[in-house]
């Protein structure tokens, strides 16, 4: 029977959610709710905690921003507060892309009733930050790191009055590297309050769960625990690591249409790449930890725009990156944390959206991807890759990369410089060249108002 109840559910409004959220929706093309949305947000309106495990692009944000946004118009409708709550939800998420996607998407679903959001994260200028929690939004979304920094130094930010706790992306949230911050948050925010914990992967260590304080959770298994969803094309292409560079550049000449990203396990690869790659006329460019947040989200806006197709990543970009144009993910190398696989590949196929990824496989790596297999339970497809065929382009990409490297060298004793900065000037530069075309690609509403 609940089956069937759940076959009914083929709107925003069958959710229980409030007309100004179904006409929100609906603005942004939204015509039917996810399996995940659909699962969580009843449970959610209802004041469940909630453990949320759903495949990457299912539309994990909306199950949470909904139901908050839809909270925050009921406590104001309901004259809880005279105008409408501030810092009433914060969504907490590991990396610094991820949190200001979501910010763009409250936003954007709360255009019609001016929800104010601030996002708090590292990279970025603190000032202007306090000057937007001065402005003392409804929404806070940041890394754990800059938000304890304002907690303990912005003057009259305070998240004592918060409803709402949100921790996307909550496996790598609960590890280690945000452990401490995530602990003094735990300490000074609320107990009394609805905690959303969501991954496309989720940790069964139960201790860690607990530390984020969740009162009698509903756990909704939307997809199985490691999963890919069915229009993406998974394989793999085992080679001799020597020659790795160039199966990557006969992939991308292959697949020479296509929007890429490319993923690496170093930071140095990606620039390095990026350089060789650069130098055989396909349009790459890095994004790494070591990039200022300006250079990375200036890399982002380029590969979102077209202007480069081939994005070279460390896996800073594999945890919830929405970018809806990405044909195929490229694992340069295999992840030695076989999750990192699913958040990685998840970059492409989204939204029921057809995709390919392509796994690198050397000798050295063969461990970590049958560990791959395992969790994915089953076996993926070979490649089809003739190895005389890909070894033409060895002496050109031989070529290419010693080029690179020759520019790396000369780049890296300018010690002013940080990661990126010297990439600026030399990416203008490229897309201004006309080459062989390699690698190719392609308000208002109601309004919160005091009573």
């Given at each position: 029977?609940?089956?069937?109840?759940?076959?009914?559910?083929?709107?925003?409004?069958?959710?229980?959610?409030?007309?100004?959220?179904?006409?929100?929706?609906?603005?942004?093309?939204?015509?039917?709710?996810?399996?995940?949305?659909?699962?969580?947000?009843?449970?959610?309106?209802?004041?469940?905690?909630?453990?949320?495990?759903?495949?990457?692009?299912?539309?994990?944000?909306?199950?949470?921003?909904?139901?908050?946004?839809?909270?925050?118009?009921?406590?104001?409708?309901?004259?809880?507060?005279?105008s409408a709550p501030v810092f009433f939800a914060l969504v907490l998420s590991p990396t610094r892309e991820l949190a200001i996607q979501i910010a763009e998407q409250f936003e954007a679903l709360g255009s019609g009733i001016s929800l104010k959001c601030?996002?708090?994260?590292?990279?970025?200028?603190?000032?202007?930050?306090?000057?937007?929690?001065?402005?003392?939004?409804?929404?806070?979304?940041?890394?754990?790191?800059r938000l304890l920094d304002h907690l303990k130094t912005t003057k009259g930010f305070s998240l004592s009055m918060l409803k709402y706790l949100v921790l996307d992306e909550a496996d790598r949230l609960l590890n280690e590297d945000f452990e401490k911050?995530?602990?003094?948050?735990?300490?000074?925010?609320?107990?009394?309050?609805?905690?959303?914990?969501?991954?496309?992967?989720?940790?069964?260590?139960?201790?860690?769960?607990?530390?984020?304080?969740?009162?009698?959770?509903?756990?909704?298994?939307?997809?199985?625990?490691?999963?890919?969803?069915?229009?993406?094309?998974?394989?793999?292409?085992?080679?001799?690591?020597?020659?790795?560079?160039?199966?990557?550049?006969?992939?991308?000449?292959?697949?020479?249409?296509?929007?890429?990203?490319?993923?690496?396990?170093?930071?140095?690869?990606?620039?390095?790449?990026?350089?060789?790659?650069?130098?055989?006329?396909?349009?790459?460019?890095?994004?790494?930890?070591?990039?200022?947040?300006?250079?990375?989200?200036?890399?982002?806006?380029?590969?979102?725009?077209?202007?480069?197709?081939?994005?070279?990543?460390?896996?800073?970009?594999?945890?919830?990156?929405?970018?809806?144009?990405?044909?195929?993910?490229?694992?340069?190398?295999?992840?030695?944390?076989?999750?990192?696989?699913?958040?990685?590949?998840?970059?492409?196929?989204?939204?029921?959206?057809?995709g390919v990824a392509i796994s690198l496989v050397n000798q050295y790596e063969l461990e970590w991807y049958l560990q791959i297999e395992k969790l994915n339970g089953k076996k993926l497809p070979k490649y089809p890759a003739e190895e005389e065929e890909?070894?033409?382009?060895?002496?050109?990409?031989?070529?290419?990369?010693?080029?690179?490297?020759?520019?790396?060298?000369?780049?890296?004793?300018?010690?002013?410089?940080?990661?990126?900065?010297?990439?600026?000037?030399?990416?203008?530069?490229?897309?201004?060249?006309?080459?062989?075309?390699?690698?190719?690609?392609?308000?208002?509403?109601?309004?919160?108002?005091?009573?």
């Amino acid at each position: 029977m609940a089956e069937e109840e759940k076959e009914e559910i083929k709107s925003f409004k069958d959710l229980g959610l409030c007309d100004e959220l179904v006409e929100a929706c609906d603005s942004l093309g939204w015509k039917t709710p996810t399996k995940i949305q659909v699962e969580a947000i009843p449970q959610a309106l209802e004041g469940k905690d909630l453990i949320g495990v759903a495949q990457t692009g299912s539309g994990k944000t909306g199950a949470f921003a909904l139901p908050i946004i839809h909270a925050l118009l009921e406590s104001h409708a309901n004259q809880e507060y005279k105008s409408a709550p501030v810092f009433f939800a914060l969504v907490l998420s590991p990396t610094r892309e991820l949190a200001i996607q979501i910010a763009e998407q409250f936003e954007a679903l709360g255009s019609g009733i001016s929800l104010k959001c601030a996002v708090l994260v590292g990279g970025m200028d603190q000032m202007q930050q306090k000057i937007a929690i001065g402005k003392r939004p409804h929404i806070i979304v940041g890394t754990p790191g800059r938000l304890l920094d304002h907690l303990k130094t912005t003057k009259g930010f305070s998240l004592s009055m918060l409803k709402y706790l949100v921790l996307d992306e909550a496996d790598r949230l609960l590890n280690e590297d945000f452990e401490k911050a995530l602990d003094e948050i735990l300490n000074v925010i609320p107990r009394d309050r609805r905690t959303f914990l969501f991954s496309a992967t989720m940790t069964k260590k139960v201790k860690k769960l607990q530390r984020a304080c969740l009162k009698d959770p509903v756990k909704i298994q939307a997809a199985p625990k490691y999963s890919t969803v069915d229009t993406l094309k998974e394989q793999y292409c085992f080679i001799p690591a020597k020659h790795k560079d160039c199966y990557l550049v006969y992939i991308l000449n292959e697949m020479s249409g296509s929007t890429s990203m490319v993923f690496t396990r170093t930071c140095d690869a990606t620039r390095l790449l990026s350089f060789i790659l650069r130098n055989l006329n396909i349009r790459a460019i890095p994004i790494s930890g070591q990039m200022t947040q300006s250079k990375r989200l200036g890399a982002l806006n380029k590969f979102k725009s077209g202007e480069c197709n081939v994005l070279i990543c460390t896996d800073v970009a594999s945890r919830g990156l929405d970018i809806p144009s990405v044909d195929m993910v490229i694992n340069y190398d295999i992840p030695t944390n076989s999750k990192d696989y699913f958040h990685r590949v998840g970059r492409t196929a989204r939204a029921g959206r057809s995709g390919v990824a392509i796994s690198l496989v050397n000798q050295y790596e063969l461990e970590w991807y049958l560990q791959i297999e395992k969790l994915n339970g089953k076996k993926l497809p070979k490649y089809p890759a003739e190895e005389e065929e890909v070894l033409l382009l060895s002496e050109s990409v031989t070529e290419a990369k010693r080029l690179a490297q020759m520019k790396l060298k000369e780049l890296g004793g300018t010690k002013k410089r940080s990661f990126g900065d010297d990439d600026e000037g030399d990416i203008e530069k490229y897309l201004g060249r006309k080459g062989s075309g390699k690698g190719g690609g392609k308000g208002g509403g109601k309004k919160f108002k005091k009573r």
